[in-house]
């Protein structure tokens, strides 16, 4: 690089890494906003001050359920999912060079589905039994479309229509259960399948919370190699990473986020999808949006809870919601691969 062009690059640099921390503690913020909003609004509007002395251990009549038992797991458990399903939905979107890779399209949530279903419609179970089924579940079938994509060499188009096959039979099979299943039984199953943060108790959160920071924490770590991959195979290969460890790696971290995620939650629909196309809008060239994407997940979550509780006619489950979001996205898509 000739001397005369150095300072032109550095101030480039500069100037995309101040637009990146700018983007990041807008989104934090943002962040915070709606974490108060969830503990604040509800059925009772309960003041900042209020919150506060209950979460400090004072007992106040008639807040203390509200606040600690309701609310507090519902905004802990739509930020840590809206994290876990932005990242994981990112490191697939990056890792396979596709958008419509996201974990929700190519089987990866109907993997711990189909498990959870069945517990509930077949085996009568609830509770930490159909989390820990999902988290199994998820884990084996995501194993098993690695496998059965990767022939003689892994290769990204494989995996993606391998996984969408994947989904297409797992959600037949859900299908069937629901039809085959006593009509009492139904609604448990459909109100876990929509994706909803109702009835998620503060034991669910220390277990979520662990797989999602620590597996997101793995994510980063391996965030420069998953950036060298973009270039390709061969550069990867020259700058010594190791090609199959690392996707094995990252897709097994990302694979953690979701189960743990959809275990507690359902499978919350197009949060994996939409986090990382929007954080990568949001961050701008040459700077890696793996980090906003986890904020952009922790954004639309709690901000669509909001709007199902709070906004709409009739309450709706946020999966409702943050599907509607979603299926305008995957359709503009699907056209313009279509026109390309």
Known sequence: ?????????????????????????????????????????????YSPKTIWRVLSGEEIKGAVFAIKTLRLPRMLAAILCGIAFGMAGNTFQVLLGNSLASPDIIGVTSGASVAAVFGILVLGLSGSAISLM???????????????????????????????????????????????????????????????????????????GQAVLLAGFGILLLNRHLCVLQ????????????????????????????????????????????????AARLSGQGKSNMLTAALVGAVLVPASDLVGQLVLPAQYPVGVVTGVLGAPYLLFLLLRMNKS
């Open 134 to 208: 999902a988290v199994v579940s998820g884990l084996t079938v995501t194993g098993l479309i690695f496998l059965l994509s990767h022939g003689n060499g892994f290769s990204n188009a494989r995996l993606i229509l391998t996984g969408i096959g994947v989904q297409a039979f797992l959600n037949s099979l859900i299908s069937w259960m629901l039809l085959k299943a006593s009509e009492y039984d139904v609604p448990s199953a459909l109100r876990w399948l929509s994706g909803s943060l109702n009835g998620v108790t503060m034991n669910k959160i220390p277990g979520l």
């Open 231 to 278: 270039l390709g195979d061969a550069h990867a290969v020259i700058l010594g990473i190791n090609l199959k460890i690392t996707r094995l790696l990252l897709i097994l971290l990302a694979l953690i986020q979701i189960a743990f995620a959809t275990a507690v939650t359902g499978p919350i629909s197009s949060v994996a999808f939409l986090s990382g196309p929007i």
């Open 1 to 45: 690089m000739k001397a005369e062009h150095y300072p032109t690059v550095m101030i480039g640099y500069h100037k995309r890494q101040k637009h990146y921390i700018k983007v990041t503690v807008i989104l934090l913020i943002i962040v915070i906003i709606f974490a108060a909003l969830m503990m604040i609004c509800g059925n009772t509007v």
